[in-house]
Antibody, heavy 115, light 107 residues
Framework: EVQLVESGGGLVQPGGSLRLSCAASGFTFSSHWMHWVRQAPGKGLVWVSRIHSNGNSTTYADSVKGRFTISRDNAKNMLYLQMNSLRAEDTAVYFC????????WGQGTLVIVSS | DIQLTQSPSFLSASIGDRVTITCRASQGISSYLAWFQQEPGKAPKLLIY???TLQSGVPSRFSGSGSGTEFTLTISSLQPEDFATYYC?????????FGQGTRLEIK
């Protein structure tokens, strides 16, 4: 079964850092682009970042560029999102999703940025 | 950035109804459009990709059409499990963007 499981969310103060992880299983992880998408409480979906299957190419939304870094470890079937200089507006559930079709998605991990 | 505008934002319908949700793009996106369903507290689920291709395992009562700037998602006969929020998504150019969502509720 194809599965994505996020972890690493929590409460962090403004200006702080957090690293999210997404564990992949049930498919050849190293063959797929991967994405992070977030959803603020009660709001819609916002694409955050993507990474090529080999990790050599990344793209970011303007709202996180320079603060967030996407990476992956294909040997461990893991996707990461390093989030620095966090702001209140980064509060959201963060989802990882597979490939060009965004299928499937993980269950999400909640990040709350608050003092 | 390409803006996607869904209409309506809220829809009230009954079991067995046929419903249509529209997604309009601020510029042409060919057929690079997908539709997702999201139930409360759950992850989005892919329904349709490349505007009209039904994802494997998705019931045939769901269908998509359109190209360029106007797209539709149709549910031919609403079932209880279809009451959820639906999002369109464009993959024509970065940043990838989503519509604001259409919340479908039981009348």
């Amino acid at each position: 079964e194809v599965q994505l499981v996020e972890s690493g969310g929590g409460l962090v103060q403004p200006g702080g850092s957090l690293r999210l992880s997404c564990a992949a299983s049930g498919f050849t992880f190293s063959s797929h682009w991967m994405h992070w998408v977030r959803q603020a409480p009660g709001k819609g979906l916002v694409w955050v970042s993507r990474i090529h299957s080999n990790g050599n190419s990344t793209t970011y939304a303007d709202s996180v560029k320079g603060r967030f870094t996407i990476s992956r470890d294909n040997a461990k079937n893991m996707l990461y999102l390093q989030m620095n200089s966090l702001r209140a507006e980064d509060t959201a559930v963060y989802f990882c999703a597979r490939g060009g079709r965004f299928d499937p998605w993980g269950q999400g991990t909640l990040v709350i940025v608050s003092s | 950035d390409i803006q996607l505008t869904q209409s309506p934002s809220f829809l009230s319908a009954s079991i067995g109804d046929r419903v249509t949700i529209t997604c309009r793009a601020s510029q042409g996106i060919s057929s690079y459009l997908a539709w997702f369903q999201q139930e409360p507290g759950k992850a989005p689920k892919l329904l349709i990709y490349t505007a009209s291709t039904l994802q494997s395992g998705v019931p045939s009562r769901f269908s998509g059409s359109g190209s360029g700037t106007e797209f539709t998602l149709t549910i031919s006969s609403l079932q209880p499990e279809d009451f959820a929020t639906y999002y369109c998504q464009q993959l024509n150019s970065f940043p990838i963007t989503f519509g604001q969502g259409t919340r479908l509720e039981i009348k």
